[in-house]
């Protein structure tokens, strides 16, 4: 059997299917096959919202401190019930950040948990996520279960549901993209990379360490005015995580002043769904060069005068795995950093 866990063959697969599977091509045949099923008259969308909003939290009765607007606490509550049911967090007090694939709160801790604040990062529902070229970026990947672990070549449905794009087909791809992203911050944090402490996951949120107090959350790199003594230590900071990244055989991905934290003296790497195989995505290399040269513009304006071509090309000679000339994808089509300053309404 052919193993088609790597989301390169997924991308292919349904493609496949159309032009072997008879029933793809014989209307008639799909007419016999295709079961009556007894209608049930759907609810109004409003209908829906208004029955779970009303329940007020994850259990019904719960209440958090912070009130989301109604759209919002359906999601919000739905994806964040996990985390309550394993003890993590007790309360969501506020909102630092609403962007346009995911939204940040400041948590309370559980007990339990050792910790003055956590940040749960929520995604979206699937029909707000607007990730260009995420083809690109998946190229190489394997397709990744709600445990973290690669889905099983043989579980037919899962990989049919994913080639036909089907809803819970989508659901597992959306499922994939975040559990990469968790499993990279397990396997930084525990390198000693400059990154959140990852706590827990589920099908939608990622749990992590807070970095801010409890009035202000730490502000992204491009809202700040280093001062003179910090441009070179700080910039060191970040290239010592590239280069940590690197050999581990990952890329950010999108890294820029816009996803590096600053607080108190320090920074923070932050959102990592997009991150890249160095071994198995033939746009590997390129995508390292537009992270370096975002990073290098960024800390030039403070009168560095770094040369990102040279780093790259120092970096790739000594972790590159994939010779990529000519580039798949244009650097000039791939400028979409997520503006913490343009947050979405729900």
């Not at 948590?107 to 699937?126: I, M, N, T």
């Amino acid at each position: 059997m052919h193993n088609y866990n790597n989301m390169n063959d997924l991308d292919q697969y349904n493609d496949f299917e159309a032009e072997f599977d008879p029933m793809a091509t014989d209307r008639q045949a799909r007419r016999k096959r295709k079961k009556k099923v007894n209608h049930i008259p759907k609810k109004a969308q409003d209908e829906i919202i208004s029955e779970i909003a009303d329940t007020t939290g994850i259990e019904g009765g719960f209440e958090t401190t912070y009130k989301p607007a109604r759209h919002e606490a359906v999601w919000l509550y739905e994806s964040l019930k996990i985390l309550y049911q394993q003890a993590m967090i007790t309360d969501v007090l506020s909102m630092v950040k609403g962007g346009k694939e995911a939204s940040v709160y400041r948590c309370q801790p559980h007990e339990s948990v050792d910790a003055e604040f956590l940040a749960a990062k929520v995604y979206r529902p699937r029909m707000f996520r607007n990730l260009r070229n995420d083809k690109m970026y998946r190229e190489g990947r394997q397709v990744l279960t709600e445990t973290g672990q690669p889905v099983d070549a043989r579980d037919v449905r899962t990989i049919r549901a994913i080639g036909k794009k089907s809803a819970y087909g989508q659901q597992v791809a959306h499922t994939s993209w975040l559990m990469h992203e968790f499993n990279a911050m397990k396997t930084l944090y525990q390198a000693g990379a400059d990154v959140p402490e990852p706590f827990a996951a589920g099908e939608n949120v990622i749990l992590m360490s807070y970095v801010g107090s409890e009035t202000m959350p730490a502000p992204p790199l491009h809202t700040v005015d280093l001062l003179e003594d910090e441009v070179q230590p700080l910039f060191d900071t970040v290239m010592r995580n590239i280069t940590l990244m690197l050999q581990h055989g990952m890329i950010h991905g999108d890294l820029s002043e816009y996803n590096i934290l600053y607080w108190d003296g320090k920074v923070t790497l932050i959102d990592f769904p997009q991150i890249v195989d160095v071994e198995t995505n033939p746009n590997a290399q390129m995508i390292l060069k537009r992270d370096i040269v975002r990073v290098c513009q960024y800390f030039n304006q403070f009168g560095l005068n770094v040369n990102a071509d040279e780093i790259h090309d120092n970096l790739w000679a000594e972790y590159g795995t994939i010779d990529d000339p000519d580039f798949i994808y244009e650097l000039e089509d791939l400028d979409d950093e997520d503006d913490w300053d343009d947050a979405d309404d729900f």
